[in-house]
């Protein structure tokens, strides 16, 4: 495939499995465009391995695969992979780093598997590493000089707009097996893992979502506070946090079970909080 070709690949992706961020980046600058869509593009090719693979081996075979390409040890197949390339041409057109990438990998492999997360602090860690990452470099991309004001706000966003992606995504976890709520929440609610794990909606998991929710939203007012200080030219690649609150709203309405209510805005309600976001902090 040609290099249009490549990038034209990603954002079809984006548009079809990842629409926040594909929307959110519609107010990136377009010369920049396309390089945000390679990087959202690999990122979503590593969190749905899960999903493609039939057991974690074969998810680790393809790890490896990524972090071959990304250090140049298989040139060809990276080539051939439209995502791939389109990565590595991002990283040599921006001078940007490889280690937060490889890193993005080492944390997803936390889905591979059904090991349960016991500290908070685990959580935050692994958000920032496959959330917050995307934000660092996305600013870098926009604008190389000052992205380096923004590692904080990248921190802080990338940790809210994570874990609200987790909270949305708790029923399809859990009916694999897996928890994303850390063992010090739901322990100190009285709780055990299999009330999650088997769906079992009660006031007390609903205590225990409430303080994730809580989590997400200190992250989102850290990231508000110092958001003045950044130049308005990195901000747009800082948008999809803005859709985190109207998630977390959502989740509070009456009648909201966290194992069946699919959490989702319409097309035109995230249209409308993005450009409305873009325009105050632009």
């Not at 059904?114 to 959580?123: G, M």
Request: net charge positive; charged share 20%; proline share 6%.
């Amino acid at each position: 495939m040609s290099r249009i070709a490549n990038y034209a690949y990603c954002e079809d992706l984006l548009r079809r499995d990842d629409r926040d961020r594909w929307l959110s980046s519609l107010f990136v600058p377009q010369a920049m465009r396309p390089h945000v869509h390679a990087l959202y593009a690999f990122s979503l090719e590593i969190a749905r391995v899960r999903e493609v693979t039939s057991e974690p081996l074969l998810g680790e075979i393809r790890f490896q695969w990524w972090r071959d390409a990304i250090n140049g040890q298989d040139q060809t197949g990276a080539a051939a992979n439209p995502v791939s390339a389109a990565l590595l041409d991002t990283l040599t057109c921006f001078g940007l780093p490889k280690a937060p990438l490889l890193e993005l990998i080492e944390a997803r492999l936390q889905d591979l598997y059904n090991e349960p997360i016991e500290r908070t602090i685990a959580l935050e860690t692994y958000a920032e590493a496959t959330t917050a990452t995307l934000f660092r470099l996305a600013m870098q991309i926009l604008e190389p000089q000052e992205a380096v004001a923004g590692l904080s706000l990248a921190r802080h966003a990338g940790i809210a707009y994570s874990l609200t992606g987790l909270l949305r995504a708790l029923p399809w976890h859990c009916a694999r097996g897996q928890l994303f709520v850390p063992a010090e929440i739901f322990r100190k609610a009285g709780l055990d893992a299999r009330v999650f794990l088997e769906g079992r909606n009660a006031p007390t998991v609903q205590g225990a979502l409430a303080e994730l929710r809580a989590l997400a939203r200190t992250h989102l007012e850290t990231f508000h506070s110092l958001l003045p200080g950044l130049s308005p030219r990195c901000r747009p690649a800082l948008l999809p946090a803005c859709l985190c609150e109207p998630y977390l709203r959502q989740m509070e309405k009456s009648g909201y079970d966290p194992f069946k209510s699919v959490i989702e805005l319409a097309q035109w309600r995230r249209q409308w909080i993005l450009w409305r976001t873009a325009r105050r902090w632009g």
